[in-house]
């Protein structure tokens, strides 16, 4: 079967099956947790409840208040290097979104057009699409979205949000789609696997997502091009580490985070004034040495969200020791046990 036949046959596949997403809450409350499958399969630590019960990572997120889930995807994901398994692919994630259905939660899919991290700093384009020109990458991109998306609604979950892209202030799928180099083509892959979703999933958010939510101007950049070129979209999805200084080596906790946040919140209403288009932050992190602080930051977000401002979302609280990263949001309980500190719990406060 040739490419279009493929995509014909994966759309026609697609709009046969049920929909099934749900309305999105008046303010999502959720987090990543896209590693929990990578976890439970190294079984090295045990998730508990407040009384030292064990749970699961999808209960765990219920009882701190959440009723959402974010998973990231990647085409054609290297084996991890600790276990050998090629994690973060469409089977992985459509597993966790199955999971996170059956919790009661809703999902959000962030696809990343990369075969490994996409972020500012690398948006590196898959290795299976190193030699496409810009048709041809417009239609890898069609086809990897359609893929994932069927396999989401062969399994019986539609996802409510979707990202089209990983942090991209400059752009994604580097070099052809440079935003700052070409911005043309970026609109062009942009507006190609933003129609993809809408083809399959006509209910789903679709979401732009850029970094650095206090920098208004880094946003606009984007937001600008994409007006250019009249490319549609639903919201604006944010990444905000406002307790971080990422400018020191090695970086350092800012307690100045006040200042971040509120420049986030003040951009909410600046987005929807200029673009009419509402926001979330679909990341946020606190050191997980600082429980205090996550509890302050995540009271303060919510608390202080503004009109037009549709979720929160931590990344990634559900990491262990031994993988490195420091901003999740457990802690030990006893020996290899670990429960939801009080950054996590903050969720079940405020808007509902």
């Known amino acids: 079967m040739n490419r279009k036949h493929l995509l014909a046959a994966l759309l ?12 999105a809450p008046a303010f999502a409350k959720g987090a990543d947790i896209s590693w929990i499958t990578q976890i439970e399969h190294n079984a090295k630590y045990q998730l508990v409840d407040d009384e030292g019960k064990p749970t699961d990572g999808f209960q765990m997120m219920k009882d701190c208040g959440m009723n959402m889930v974010r998973l990231r995807v990647w085409v054609n994901p290297r084996p991890d290097r600790r276990d050998g398994i090629a994690w973060c692919d469409t089977r992985d994630m459509v ?20 075969n490994w991290w996409a972020d500012p700093s690398k948006q590196h384009v898959p290795e299976e699409w190193k030699q496409c020109n810009i048709e041809q990458l417009c239609d890898s991109v069609e086809m990897h979205t359609k893929q994932v998306l069927v396999a989401m609604m062969e399994a019986g979950v539609e996802p409510t949000w979707i990202q089209v892209g990983n942090e991209t202030p400059t752009g994604f799928m580097k070099p052809l789609g440079d935003a700052t180099e070409h911005p043309e083509n970026f609109a062009r892959l942009f507006r190609r696997g933003e129609q993809t979703c809408k083809r399959i999933c006509p209910n789903a958010i679709t979401m732009v997502h850029i970094d650095n939510g206090f920098l208004l101007e880094r946003t ?7 007006k250019k070129y009249d490319v549609h979209y639903d919201m604006l999805g944010w990444s905000l ?5 990422w400018l020191a080596t090695p970086p350092v906790v800012d307690l100045n985070w006040r200042v971040k946040a509120d420049q986030c919140i003040a951009n909410v209403a ?28 995540i009271e303060y977000m919510i608390g202080n969200a503004p ?3 549709r979720g929160l979302v931590y990344w990634e609280p559900i990491t262990t020791p031994d993988f490195g990263y420091k901003m999740g949001a457990l802690k030990q309980y006893k020996d290899n046990q670990y429960m939801a500190n009080d950054g996590f719990k903050a969720f079940k406060g405020g808007k509902k």
């Open 307 to 309: 009109e037009h401002m």
């Open 241 to 245: 580490y406002p307790a971080m200084n």
């Open 95 to 114: 597993s966790k979104a199955v999971r996170a259905k059956r919790a009661g939660m809703q999902v959000m899919l962030d696809f990343h057009y990369s």
């Open 12 to 23: 026609m596949a697609a709009t046969a099956m049920p929909a099934t997403a749900q309305k």
């Open 220 to 226: 606009e950049f984007i937001l600008d091009i994409l």
């Open 270 to 297: 600046e987005i929807y004034r200029k673009y009419g288009k509402e926001s979330m932050i679909v990341e946020i992190g606190i050191p997980d040495d600082h429980e205090q602080l996550c509890k302050d930051v």
